[in-house]
C-alpha cells in the first residue's frame, strides 16, 4: 500500500503483504506490537539546544502542511479504537507552542478505551499551564533540563530560562502531574560535571530523573559518538555519590534502564539507545506534525497519512497503511552498522 517514494496509494493499491497476519494491531515482522503512539505536535521551538539545532533555528514547517486539530484527533481516535493504541506520548518541538492544546488532550482522554496520556516538553510556559494540562487529561510529564546553572543553561539552550523550567516543574508536580519526570543530556566538557547533582536535586524535589545518551538526531549532523557520555560512564559518575542497585521489576518497552537509589524506593533511569540499544522491545510508532508515520527514530522512510486524509480515505484504508508501514519495521536502529545514515529530519521535526 505505499509507493516506492514511501507514500500510501489512496485506492486502488497493491494488497497488503501475504505475510502480514490478519491483526488488527500494529504488529511488525519480528513480533514486536506498536501500542505506543508517539505525536509529534509542532517542529517549532523556543530553545535552540545546541545539540539539536543551530544559533539561528530551522526553516520551520508551512501551517499548511501541519496536521489540522480535526485530523490530527482522528489519526489519535483511529490509532486507540483501531489499532490498539494504549499510550499517548505528545512531543515537539515544543509541543506548549502548539495552539489549542488542551483541546487535542481533551479529545484524546474522552476516547473509550481511554489511552495513558503523557507531554515532553522544555518547560518554557508550564508554569502558567500546569492546571489546565492536568484538567484536559494529561497524566504525566516529562521536562528537558540538562544542567542546574543559569550560565550553562544559557549556554547550552542559548537562552537565559532556567528559572522558568523550574518553575514549571514545581507547577507540574502541584498540580497532580505526576510524576514529573526529568530529562537530561550530558554533554562532555560542559556539564557532564552534573550528574550526581541532578540527582540530588532530583531526589529533593521528589522528582524521577532520566539521563539519555545524545543521539544522532541534530540538525547539523555534527554528532560523533567519540564524544558522547555513554551510560556507563554516567552510571560511573551516579556512583561516586550514590549507590545504584539495577531495578528488578519488568522493563517491558520502556526505554530507560532503571537504577534503585541508595536501598530505595527512588530511582533514576539511563537511557542508553546507542551503547545498549533496546529495539527487540521498542513497541513505539511515531506520528510527526504533517502526518508522516515513522517506525523508527532512525528511519529514513515514511509513509504519509496526510495525503491519505486530504485525499478521502476511510479510517478503514487508513488504518491497513498504517497497519503495513509498522509492518515493514526494521530489526533495529542500525547506529552500530558501517553504512548507518542518520535520518533528514532532526529531532525537533520528529518528535521525541
Known amino acids: 500500500m505505499t509507493t516506492e517514494l514511501g507514500l500510501p496509494s489512496l485506492r486502488g493499491g497493491a494488497s497488503r503483504d501475504p505475510a502480514r497476519p490478519a491483526d488488527p494491531r500494529l504488529v511488525d515482522g519480528f513480533g514486536r506490537v506498536a501500542t505506543d503512539l508517539r505525536i509529534s505536535l509542532t517542529d517549532r521551538c523556543n530553545l535552540r539546544c545546541t545539540y539539536c539545532m543551530p544559533a539561528e533555528g530551522l526553516d520551520w514547517m508551512p501551517r499548511e502542511e501541519q496536521l489540522t486539530d480535526a485530523e490530527l484527533n482522528r489519526l489519535i481516535a483511529l490509532a486507540v479504537r483501531d489499532l490498539g493504541i494504549e499510550e499517548l506520548r505528545f512531543t515537539g518541538g515544543e509541543p506548549l507552542l502548539r495552539k489549542g492544546l488542551e483541546e487535542i488532550f481533551s479529545a484524546a482522554s474522552a476516547l473509550e478505551p481511554r489511552p495513558d496520556i503523557s507531554l515532553t516538553t522544555n518547560g518554557i510556559g508550564l508554569a502558567r499551564r500546569a492546571g489546565a494540562l492536568a484538567a484536559s487529561g494529561v497524566n504525566r510529564l516529562n521536562v528537558s533540563m540538562d544542567t ?38 550530558l554533554l562532555r566538557g560542559v556539564n557532564d560535571d552534573e550528574a550526581a547533582d541532578l540527582l540530588e536535586f532530583a531526589l529533593t524535589h521528589g522528582y524521577q530523573l532520566r539521563f539519555i545518551e545524545q543521539m544522532p538526531l541534530d540538525a547539523q549532523h555534527g554528532w560523533r559518538r567519540t564524544e558522547m557520555i555513554t551510560a556507563e560512564e554516567i552510571l560511573a559518575r551516579l556512583e561516586e555519590r550514590f549507590v545504584l542497585t539495577p531495578s528488578d521489576e519488568d522493563r517491558g518497552g520502556a526505554p530507560a534502564e532503571r537504577f534503585v537509589v541508595d536501598g530505595g ?43 491519505m486524509l486530504r485525499g478521502g480515505a476511510t479510517d478503514a484504508e487508513i488504518a491497513d497503511v498504517w497497519r503495513d508501514a509498522m509492518w515493514g519495521k526494521k530489526a533495529g536502529h542500525g547506529i552500530d552498522d558501517p553504512g548507518f545514515l542518520q535520518p533528514a529530519r532532526p529531532m525537533s521535526a520528529i518528535g521525541g
Open 148 to 185: 542546574l546553572r543559569p550560565e550553562r543553561f544559557a549556554q547550552i539552550t542559548r537562552r537565559d530560562r532556567l528559572s522558568d523550567v523550574i518553575d514549571g516543574m514545581a507547577a507540574a508536580h502541584a498540580a497532580g502531574l505526576s510524576p514529573v519526570k526529568i530529562n537530561a543530556v
Open 265 to 307: 524506593p527512588a530511582t533514576v533511569g539511563v537511557i542508553a539507545s546507542v551503547t545498549r540499544p533496546f529495539c527487540g522491545a521498542c513497541d513505539r510508532t511515531r506520528l510527526t506534525a504533517d502526518g508522516q508515520v515513522r517506525t523508527c527514530l532512525f528511519a529514513t522512510g515514511e509513509t504519509d497519512l496526510r495525503a
